[in-house]
């Protein structure tokens, strides 16, 4: 069976005009899918409003205890709901849940940060029956702790580690941006080495950086298709980044990229030593940087 996992942040979550083109991306593939989103932005306003404030540790936000309860009411209430009902509105079924029911995603704590955990197993038992059902699961990042507590986990991380656990075949991270910007133009590909280099002399740096090297980890463990990409995709106007696990050569885009132009399904698995997840559901580490609230 084919799965395709997104992970949707950035205008494709936030603008509901592009509730429609999402419902058709996700209409538009093969076998089925899962949908993990983000909402930083949403949580911040509400944090804001509240007076708590947010410290920044390497690109993650320390969450205490109060701030924990904005995120999961924000993450797994307004903004998991709003997305699950734009959907079903636009012609596909679907059911929001959060990592934490089913136990779906199990995260270990983060040293320093308070509430703030990476994904550590995956039980995916419940996206299954979600499917069986003939829905398609609507995923917020909000995971179970060791003690069986909300914990924020970066929305990005649990995409991967649901991807892994679900043998996923295509995993799709929707954001601000089409694609990851090299020299001045969005790459339609961009090579494991190339990507390193590139985080290390600061081109690709922020959440960018941390999407880029969580994408990494997907190819590496093996998913065929791992794309970086935003709302040039949605509207068929370009597909995204590849990323490349290692091998072939980054490329730049063409002149007449446009809706014929989403990663080829053919000839793309690539291998090599993996250090994320694994694909029985195990999250064996998290990588450095980004905003744990899933942005």
């Known amino acids: 069976m084919s799965v395709r996992v997104y992970k949707v942040g950035g205008p494709a979550l936030e603008d509901p005009g592009l509730v429609g083109p999402l419902a058709a991306e996700v ?19 509400l944090l804001d409003t509240l007076g708590i404030e947010s410290r920044f540790v390497e690109g993650r936000r320390e969450t205490s205890t109060e701030a924990m309860a904005v995120v999961e009411m924000v993450l797994s209430g307004s903004v998991n709901k709003q997305l699950a009902a734009g959907l079903a509105a636009a012609g596909v079924p679907a059911v929001g849940i959060s990592g934490r029911d089913g136990g779906l995603v199990r995260a270990r704590l983060v040293p320093g940060l ?5 994904p550590e197993r995956v ?14 699961p609507v995923v917020s990042p909000v995971a179970s702790g060791p003690a069986g507590e909300a914990v924020n986990v970066n929305a990005d991380e649990a995409a991967l580690a649901i991807a892994c656990a679900l043998g996923a075949r295509t995993l799709v991270y ?10 001045g133009e969005t790459a ?11 985080i290390e002399d600061g081109t690709i740096a922020g959440g960018m950086a941390l999407k880029v090297r969580v994408a990494l980890e997907a190819s590496a463990a093996g998913i065929p ?7 040039a995709r949605l509207r068929a106007e370009f597909a995204g980044t590849r990323i490349l696990a290692r091998g072939e050569p980054s490329s730049k885009p063409s002149r007449d990229d446009g809706p014929s132009a989403r990663p080829s399904r053919d000839g793309q698995r690539e291998t090599g030593p993996s250090s994320g997840p694994s694909r029985n559901g195990q999250s064996p580490r998290n990588p450095p940087g980004g905003d744990s609230s899933g942005a």
């Open 188 to 198: 339609r590909t961009l090579a494991a080495d190339e990507a390193r280099r590139r």
């Open 174 to 183: 929707l954001s601000d941006v089409d694609g990851v910007r090299v020299g």
């Open 27 to 45: 209409r538009r593939g093969d076998g089925e899918a899962v949908l993990v989103h983000g909402g930083g932005r949403a949580v911040e306003r």
């Open 225 to 231: 298709e791992v794309v970086i990409a935003g709302v």
């Open 123 to 136: 039980d995916p038992a419940l996206v299954r029956h979600i499917w069986a059902a003939g829905y398609v």
């Open 114 to 118: 308070g509430r703030v955990g990476a």
